[in-house]
Every structure is written in structure tokens, then in C-alpha cells.
């Protein structure tokens, strides 16, 4: 009797804890970043020549025709357009101008040759996932590949319509240079749209002289748009083209789906909110939902970027509180007949909450979460309601 008194009085009462179960679930490795929406494809007119501007009568938001909408006029007071150099330069414009749309063109046909070249392949693909001679992992790829060569397609034909417009720009300015031409009505230079859509941003308004090149105005459409999100380098070789994207907060009621299209290849210093240098990298990402589903959103807002690196529809899967490093190496307390047993695991993914695991547990073990100091293996421990 005095024996058991003893035991009992010197036991070690059970420590409690909280537990979770070791579960398979499905399981996604995100890149979680603030983006930030920008017309894809926005244009800067400038003027040709040096001369007059007369005042331009738009205001930012007004909307544009391509090669119908007047944007500016400029007038031929400078005594300068007539001399024999502005001459040589208007006509060396104009062979520059000329090239650029031979390039244009060319880079155009290169791209729907790629494209064809890509359709064939993803419907050939198709064929073969039919009499299951190909994964789906495989068509997946081909379909990729064909969005991405038409999106290349649809960039180079927009460089073409672009470098059409200043071929004709620079051939307007050339003739501005005849000093064969009296007639002052005819020495008015019209700057048009180039591309239809929206004004973006006035840079002169008012009558004065401009010289060659300056900047006028900038036209895009607003519904086009793209998202860059600048990330981390160390999480950037994550991700890759093709990578679905969540996006959340940006206003509207419900989120937005999209994919990454580009990881840019160089990347940038940037400092933190606490002063610290960071390297980043721009991750381009596509809007999948239309246009009429998001007709608030415009250029320059903000959303939140969560892009998906890695998923799996069934991971065994521990907490991360649950988990703790000893010599490099990762370990839990298994909550095993009421008592913490110290084991060590293996990880593999881990997204912040969970993690993978590859060895060490099974489905249904209970580990304790957020184990403190007082924890060792084989204590005595109670898990709280």
C-alpha cells in the first residue's frame, strides 16, 4: 500500500498538448506576390520633325480609331524642315521605317510558321492520347506551346499594324520637307492613331515648337492586359511558363484565374519595406477570364498573385508545427499510448502549412503540433479537447 501511495505521488502528470492527424489530402506549392496590372500592348506617339504643335484637343480616357483618329497636327514654321539635312534625315527616317516593317514582317512569318507547325503537333498528340499512345501530361505541353505561338502570332502582328504606321508617319514627314509644295494648307503634318483604344497619358498639350522625337501622347487598349508580379530569384526558378495562377483581391467579387507566360531571364534589386536589398525577377502572367468578367479592372491596379508550382490530388501530408530540425534533420512527436515518441521523417514539398511526407509516418499517426521545451521523447502527454 505504501509502495503504491509512492508511485502515484511521484508519477509525472501528463503534459498537455494539441495534436493533429497525419492525413492524405490534396496538396498545392504556391508563390504567393502582390502584381500589378499594365496594358499588353501601349504605344508612345512621338512627332517626326521639328515644328509646330498645334494644341491638342483630347483628354486622357477619349477614345481612338487606328489610322482614323487624329491625334495632332503640327504645322511647317520652322525654317529648319526646308534645309537640305532635315531633308537627308526625313528620307533616312523613311528607309529605317521601311526596314523595320520588312523585319516585321518577316518575324511574322516566322511565327505562324511555328504556329502551324504547333497546331499540327498538338493535333497529332490528340490522336495518340485517343488510342492511349501518349499521357495527358504530354497533350498538356502541346496545348501550352500552341497558346504560347499564338500569343507570338498575335505580338507580331501587332509590330507589323505599329511599324506600318510610322513607314507612313515618316513618308507624311517627308513630304513636309518639299519646298516645292506652297500651298500652306498642305504643310500640316496629321499625327493618327496608330492602333485602336484609349488615351493613356498626354505629354504636351499646349501650341509650341517640339523637337523631332518628342513624346506627344500614349494610346493602348485598357482591356488588354497582362499582370507582372516581381518575386523572388529563389522562387522564380520555381516556376515556369504554363504555371496557373490564383488571383485574389482585386476588387471584384469573385477571383480571377491566370498563367504565367513569362519568367523574365534577368533580374533586379529591389528594396524591401524593412530596407533590405532584395533580387527579384518579373513573372508575366495572363489573364484567362473575359474581358466582361473583370470590365473594372485597368491599367496600374493592384491584385494578389498566388501561382501554383506544384500540386498533387492525393499527399500524405504532416503540419508544419508539428515539425523541427535536430542535426539537419527533420523529426516530430508521434503522440504514441500516451506518450510523445521522438521519429524522424523525411520531407519532401513543403508550401508553409504542410509538408510532404516521404518516410518516417503513416496515415492516421497523431503528432503533436507546436511542441515546447518541456517535450522529450517518452514523456507522458495528454491531448487537449
Not at 501550352?144 to 501587332?158: K, N, P, Y
Not at 504606321?165 to 506652297?182: C, F, I, N, Q, V
Not at 524593412?274 to 474581358?291: A, F, K, S, W
Not at 501561382?307 to 523529426?331: C, G, N, Y
Amino acid at each position: 500500500m505504501i509502495a503504491l501511495t509512492l508511485f502515484v505521488a511521484l508519477r509525472r502528470p501528463p503534459i498537455l498538448v494539441d495534436a493533429a492527424e497525419v492525413r492524405r489530402a490534396p496538396m498545392l506549392v504556391q508563390v504567393s506576390e502582390d502584381g500589378q496590372t499594365r496594358i499588353r500592348e501601349r504605344y508612345v506617339v512621338s512627332t517626326p520633325l521639328t515644328g509646330r504643335l498645334l494644341r491638342v484637343t483630347y483628354d486622357v480616357g477619349d477614345p481612338v480609331i487606328a489610322d482614323k483618329t487624329v491625334l495632332a497636327r503640327m504645322e511647317a514654321t520652322d525654317p529648319t524642315l526646308l534645309d537640305p539635312r532635315a531633308v537627308a534625315q526625313a528620307k533616312s527616317r523613311v528607309g529605317a521605317a521601311e526596314r523595320k516593317l520588312q523585319a516585321a514582317k518577316a518575324e511574322l512569318a516566322r511565327v505562324e510558321a511555328m504556329l502551324q507547325f504547333a497546331e499540327r503537333e498538338m493535333g497529332r498528340m490528340r490522336q495518340l492520347v485517343a488510342k492511349n499512345a501518349a499521357s495527358d501530361r504530354e497533350l498538356a505541353e502541346n496545348e501550352l506551346l500552341f497558346q504560347q505561338r499564338t500569343e507570338e502570332v498575335r505580338a507580331a502582328g501587332f509590330a507589323v499594324d505599329i511599324a506600318e504606321y510610322e513607314l507612313e508617319l515618316e513618308r507624311d514627314a517627308l513630304l513636309l520637307t518639299d519646298p516645292d509644295r506652297g500651298d500652306s494648307d498642305e504643310m500640316e503634318l496629321s499625327i493618327k492613331a496608330p492602333i485602336d483604344g484609349r488615351i493613356l497619358r498626354i505629354y504636351q498639350e499646349s501650341t509650341t515648337v517640339v523637337q523631332a522625337g518628342s513624346p506627344l501622347m500614349e494610346v493602348g487598349d485598357p482591356t488588354d492586359l497582362e499582370i507582372v508580379a516581381d518575386v523572388l530569384s529563389r522562387d522564380a526558378v520555381q516556376i515556369s511558363a504554363g504555371n496557373p495562377v490564383h488571383l485574389k483581391r482585386w476588387g471584384g467579387e469573385v477571383p480571377l484565374d491566370g498563367r504565367v507566360r513569362l519568367v523574365e531571364p534577368s533580374g533586379f534589386t529591389k528594396l524591401s519595406a524593412l530596407g533590405v536589398e532584395e533580387q527579384r525577377v518579373n513573372v508575366i502572367i495572363d489573364l484567362i477570364n473575359p474581358r466582361e468578367e473583370r470590365t473594372q479592372l485597368g491599367d496600374g491596379f493592384r491584385v494578389d498573385c498566388e501561382i501554383t508550382v506544384w500540386q498533387s490530388p492525393d499527399v500524405l501530408q504532416v503540419p508544419t508545427s508539428a515539425l523541427f530540425r535536430t542535426e539537419e534533420k527533420w523529426q516530430v512527436f508521434v503522440v504514441q499510448d500516451s506518450h510523445a515518441k521522438l521519429t524522424e521523417v523525411e520531407i519532401g514539398k513543403n508550401n508553409g502549412r504542410v509538408a510532404q511526407v516521404i518516410a518516417g509516418l503513416d496515415e492516421g499517426i497523431r503528432v503533436v503540433t507546436h511542441p515546447g521545451d518541456a517535450i522529450e521523447d517518452g514523456v507522458p502527454v495528454s491531448e487537449r479537447e
